[in-house]
């Protein structure tokens, strides 16, 4: 612990970052701690190395994705780095901020999400995930999603979709006009760009999950023909390909 805690001071005084909210006396003042170095290394351009929650202080490795998210050819190592000790990739990074902004109590994060552990079995382990290992189940779900949609290609277009053009990681409407009712950062002119393709891909899936309530007017189950998911293999019963890719997560079949 002091190790690490002379480490951190050693990188916040590299950075020049305030140290009023840096105490490594206290395992809250540790926190703070851990969460101003997570503050500096984003200012300086560079992800955090740990995608999964601290217990006391302590960082633990990520979890990868599994080698079946490698065929294909697909790369989808941007969500997640096949190095356990890197933590998320760049993409990763991005779903993990949007689900920091939309905070704790949203919908990402419920313990009784419909079809989450019941009946469809989504995720098991659902209700006893902790915070940041329901957060590596969503950043590991979006790159299931793109695995089949794209390849994990962000260039990748398809001129055969339902409405047209569909682009991106996760296939979406190439035309704003097609798009844009779809979330608040679906209205993106180049929704091409990998960050705007995830955020918007990401105010479609926490639609979906808002049931009747949200503006698919769905079961709220992450797949099945109720869904009503903008992914036509989430519409199969069984999630199809993505859904095979989704029950690989560790963390749902946790001991």
């Given at each position: 612990?002091?190790?690490?805690?002379?480490?951190?001071?050693?990188?916040?005084?590299?950075?020049?970052i305030d140290f009023e909210a840096c105490n490594s006396t206290s395992e809250e003042g540790f926190?703070?701690?851990?969460?101003?170095?997570?503050?500096?290394?984003?200012?300086?351009?560079?992800?955090?190395?740990?995608?999964?929650?601290?217990?006391?202080?302590?960082?633990?490795?990520?979890?990868?994705?599994?080698?079946?998210?490698?065929?294909?050819?697909?790369?989808?190592?941007?969500?997640?780095?096949?190095?356990?000790?890197?933590?998320?990739?760049?993409?990763?990074?991005?779903?993990?901020?949007?689900?920091?902004?939309?905070?704790?109590?949203?919908?990402?994060?419920?313990?009784?999400?419909?079809?989450?552990?019941?009946?469809?079995?989504?995720?098991?382990?659902?209700?006893?995930?902790?915070?940041?290992?329901?957060?590596?189940?969503?950043?590991?779900?979006?790159?299931?999603?793109?695995?089949?949609?794209?390849?994990?290609?962000?260039?990748?277009?398809?001129?055969?979709?339902?409405?047209?053009?569909?682009?991106?990681?996760?296939?979406?409407?190439?035309?704003?006009?097609?798009?844009?009712w779809r979330g608040e950062n679906c209205g993106a002119k180049n929704i091409l760009e990998p960050?705007?393709?995830?955020?918007?891909?990401?105010?479609?899936?926490?639609?979906?999950?808002?049931?009747?309530?949200?503006?698919?007017?769905?079961?709220?189950?992450?797949?099945?023909?109720?869904?009503?998911?903008?992914?036509?293999?989430?519409?199969?019963?069984?999630?199809?390909?993505?859904?095979?890719?989704?029950?690989?997560?560790?963390?749902?079949?946790?001991?």
């Open positions: 612990m002091k190790f690490i805690t002379l480490l951190l001071i050693f990188s916040l005084n590299s950075y020049a926190k703070k701690c851990l969460k101003e170095f997570s503050k500096s290394t984003k200012k300086f351009g560079e992800a955090p190395r740990v995608c999964i929650a601290a217990i006391k202080g302590m960082p633990l490795e990520c979890p990868p994705l599994s080698n079946t998210f490698s065929k294909d050819g697909a790369k989808c190592e941007n969500f997640i780095s096949e190095d356990s000790s890197k933590g998320y990739g760049p993409w990763g990074n991005v779903i993990s901020q949007y689900l920091d902004e939309k905070g704790t109590h949203s919908i990402f994060f419920k313990n009784d999400l419909p079809g989450m552990f019941q009946g469809i079995n989504t995720c098991p382990k659902w209700e006893i995930m902790n915070h940041d290992e329901k957060k590596h189940f969503w950043v590991w779900t979006m790159a299931a999603i793109a695995h089949v949609e794209s390849k994990c290609i962000p260039t990748a277009r398809n001129r055969n979709a339902t409405n047209g053009v569909a682009t991106g990681l996760y296939q979406l409407d190439e035309r704003p006009s097609m798009r844009s960050n705007s393709n995830i955020r918007c891909g990401l105010d479609i899936m926490g639609d979906l999950l808002n049931g009747s309530q949200g503006i698919y007017r769905t079961s709220g189950e992450l797949w099945g023909s109720k869904s009503k998911s903008y992914w036509e293999h989430l519409r199969r019963k069984d999630g199809g390909t993505i859904g095979n890719l989704i029950k690989q997560n560790p963390y749902c079949n946790k001991q």
